[in-house]
């Protein structure tokens, strides 16, 4: 760095002028042995202290101390000399004494203050060598460097030797060069005096292209316009990569669990086809039996046409529960009414319930009961406990199961009951986690997490409550004012 | 011919009793199977057309113990879902659901297929 040349050169200075002082005080005593006069030993001592002063005071006041001591040796002698006092009595030490504590204290003076400057020096070189962050010191006008740390030299591979006294177009490419120069520009002409650049890159001798987050400020030496640059840059490479990385990965995450849900589903209409397939081939068969009756012989023809009618609905109910599972999952939730949806789901259920033998009531809620929900979800969320209530009565001697629903003042708890042997305390937490089954290979571990997930996106609660013989799943949901 | 139908559903009954009205077919109906048993119990039955899925019962046992009241019939599972391996071995004949009077009759009148 520049403060470090300017050092030396400043000590080079003051050994030539220790070497003059040594040489004008030898010419001072020669002079004096000349007039014959009398050198006294203590002599020496002025000097030794000029010399001292010299080391380890400023640079003026040493010079003055030294031209002082030599005039002030050959004033004393050269009066000792032409006067009657001699040069025993006690004026002559008393004047070395006095003279030698004024330099030593305007010496110790000097010394303090540039010990105290070589270590603010040294400090200020520390502490930019230690950043683990690139600064450099850029001086106006030209934008030559004057000081580039360690991270600096790390980061770009140039060496600071050859950096310093050079400017951004002697080392790296053209235009970034010129990118350099003008955001330089800018940070000068700018009010703040200031300009973060979040992301430029930068070709480096050794580790290619990388990318710098950059702060740049304009400082002056006094208060004025201004005389440096100062810029601080970060390498975020590896932060940015990371950052891409992770973006990419949370990406990745996303699509599987949207698959992961996708082929719950998937396999909660597989195994609900072969039940449905049970639900409409009855009525079908009711169907196509009348009809095939009809052709034969019309008679009885409003009753056999009735039951085909009833028979269709039925059919329509059926088919209208499917469609909750067809349906495209909206994103955002709106008011639902729930007795449409549990008149939904009720087939369905119907259809779960016989295949497990078990008795299903449902308790309707009052019209115009709404919830703030995705359309289709509360329908999926509700055939998902009902088909887990069948699998949990399928061993009980008692096999019900009740679906209900109560009001709060905010919310609407929705509650799928079964008379099963419950769920074991140490395993109820576990219930919601994917792929957490008790059902073996019969199950895909799904349906809990599902319900859990598409309950919490529509900013409700998902809940169980078990013992021997009595299990409530309970579903709260926002109500809608 | 006696034959049994047995089936939950008052409709389904009632379709296949009018297929068969008219044939020298002598029907009867059960829709639950307690009423089933009854009448496997009490009367000789060529053939038994029963619903597989019975409320309160399972499949299998059902099945099983309708050939045990009348080991002579010919027991026909009709059913709207597939049939397992096992009923199947079980039954004398399948008939899916829905079916015709037509598939009705030659199901009746084919011969017996096993031995039970």
């Avoid at chain 1, 009809?294 to 529960?321: F, H, M, N, Q």
């Avoid at chain 2, 010919?74 to 079916?99: Q, R």
Wanted: aromatic share 6%.
């Amino acid at each position: 760095m520049i403060i470090h040349e300017a050092r030396k050169l400043h000590l080079a200075i003051r050994c030539l002028i220790a070497v003059c002082v040594v040489l004008l005080s030898l010419l001072v005593r020669i002079s004096i042995k000349d007039h014959g006069g009398d050198i006294a030993p203590y002599f020496f001592l002025l000097p030794v202290i000029g010399i001292s002063a010299l080391f380890l005071g400023s640079f003026p006041g040493s010079l003055t101390a030294i031209i002082g001591s030599a005039a002030t040796e050959y004033a004393i002698i050269h009066s000792l000399h032409h006067s009657s006092i001699q040069p025993d009595d006690l004026y002559r030490p008393i004047c070395v004494i006095l003279y030698a504590l004024l330099m030593g204290w305007l010496g110790k003076n000097h010394a303090d203050n540039m010990i105290n400057l070589h270590k603010s020096h040294r400090l200020f070189e520390s502490v930019v060598d230690s950043l683990p962050l690139m600064v450099f010191l850029k001086r106006l006008p030209d934008f030559k460097f004057e000081v580039f740390n360690r991270a600096g030299e790390e980061l770009t591979g140039f060496p600071r030797a050859a950096l310093l006294g050079k400017n951004d177009l002697d080392f790296f490419p053209r235009d970034q060069a010129e990118a350099f120069m003008k955001a330089d520009m800018n940070v000068i002409q700018s009010p703040a005096r200031f300009l973060d650049i979040p992301e430029e890159p930068i070709d480096t001798a050794k580790k290619g292209t990388r990318i710098l987050h950059t702060v740049k400020v304009a400082i002056s030496v006094e208060n004025g316009s201004p005389t440096h640059l100062l810029g601080i840059s970060e390498d975020i490479t590896d932060i940015r990569e990371q950052q891409k990385k992770i973006a990419a990965g949370k990406e990745e995450a996303a699509v599987l669990r949207a698959q992961l849900f996708h082929a719950e589903k998937l396999a909660a209409i597989g195994t609900m086809t072969a039940t449905v397939a049970h639900e409409i081939n009855n009525p079908l068969a009711v169907i196509l039996g009348n009809v095939d009756l009809l052709v034969k012989d019309p008679k009885d023809l409003a009753t056999r046409l009735e039951k085909i009618r009833i028979s269709t609905e039925r059919i329509r109910s059926v088919v209208g529960s499917l469609k909750a599972f067809s349906r495209k999952n909206s994103e955002t939730t709106s008011p639902q009414d729930l007795h449409k949806v549990f008149a939904e789901v009720s087939a369905l259920s119907e259809v779960l319930a016989k295949k497990s033998y078990s008795t299903l009531d449902i308790s309707y809620p009052e019209k115009d009961l709404r919830v703030l929900a995705r359309e289709g979800h509360i329908q999926q969320v509700l055939l998902n406990l009902v088909s887990n209530a069948c699998d949990a009565v399928k061993s009980s001697m008692n096999k019900c199961i009740r679906i209900s629903c109560s009001t709060t003042e905010k919310s609407v708890v929705i509650s799928v009951a079964d008379s099963g042997s419950g769920i074991p305390e140490e395993i109820r937490e576990k219930i919601w986690e994917p792929f957490f089954t008790t059902k073996g290979e019969a199950g895909t571990g799904l349906g809990l997490a599902t319900v859990r997930r598409l309950v919490e996106d529509m900013h409700g609660r998902a809940s169980v409550e078990s013992t021997l013989g009595n299990t409530v799943f309970y579903v709260e949901l926002p109500r809608c004012q | 011919m006696n034959v049994l139908i047995i089936d939950d559903e008052e409709d389904v009954l009632e379709v296949y009793t009018a297929f068969l009205e008219g044939s020298s077919i002598r029907v009867s109906t059960a829709s639950d199977s307690c009423a089933a048993f009854v009448l496997a119990s009490g009367d000789k039955f060529d053939a038994i057309i029963s619903d597989l899925h019975m409320p309160n019962t399972f499949p299998s046992t059902f099945i099983q113990g309708l050939k045990a009241k009348c080991p002579e019939a010919k027991i026909i599972v009709c059913s709207g879902m597939d049939v397992s391996p096992t009923i199947e071995a079980m039954a004398d004949d399948i008939l899916p659901k829905p079916f015709s009077s037509e598939q009705l009759f030659s199901v009746l009148e084919s011969p017996r297929s096993r031995v039970a």
